[in-house]
């Protein structure tokens, strides 16, 4: 059964840094595309960040861009977010989604929730003085 666990969130002052993980388990293909949404209390899912099959694209959401930065092992798993300079507007539970894809498409992602079928559970991110 396949199976997306985040893992990396927590309390931090802003300007600081995180990194979240997601790890994948029970995949039937190793060609998937790995998204980074997030919600914060009140308001809806926000397509963060994305990374490619074969980890050479990746896209962000304007309100991170320069500040986050998606990649993934060559192993393939787990896939990475690293966030700095964090914001009090960050703060949110981060949720990674995985979208398989076939291997003519190994270099797409997209910041479209409709997109992915999988799911993890989130991680809480607060950034907070």
């Known amino acids: 059964q396949l199976q997306l666990v985040e893992s990396g969130g927590g309390l931090v002052q802003p300007g600081g840094s995180l990194r979240l993980s997601c790890e994948a388990s029970g995949l039937t293909t190793d060609y998937y595309a790995i998204g980074w949404f997030r919600q914060a209390p009140g308001k809806g899912r926000e397509g963060v960040s994305c990374?490619?099959?074969?980890?050479?694209?990746?896209k962000y959401a304007d309100s991170v861009k320069g500040r986050f930065t998606a990649s993934r092992t060559k192993a393939n798993n787990p896939v990475y977010l690293q966030m700095n300079t964090l914001k009090t507007e960050d703060t949110a539970v981060y949720y990674c989604?995985?979208?398989?894809?076939?291997?003519?498409?190994?270099?797409?992602?997209?910041?479209?929730?409709?997109?992915?079928?999988?799911w993890g559970q989130g991680t809480q991110v607060t950034v907070s003085s």
């Open positions: 990374i490619s099959s074969d980890g050479l694209s990746t």
């Open positions: 989604a995985a979208l398989p894809v076939r291997t003519s498409l190994q270099a797409t992602c997209s910041l479209f929730a409709s997109w992915y079928y999988y």
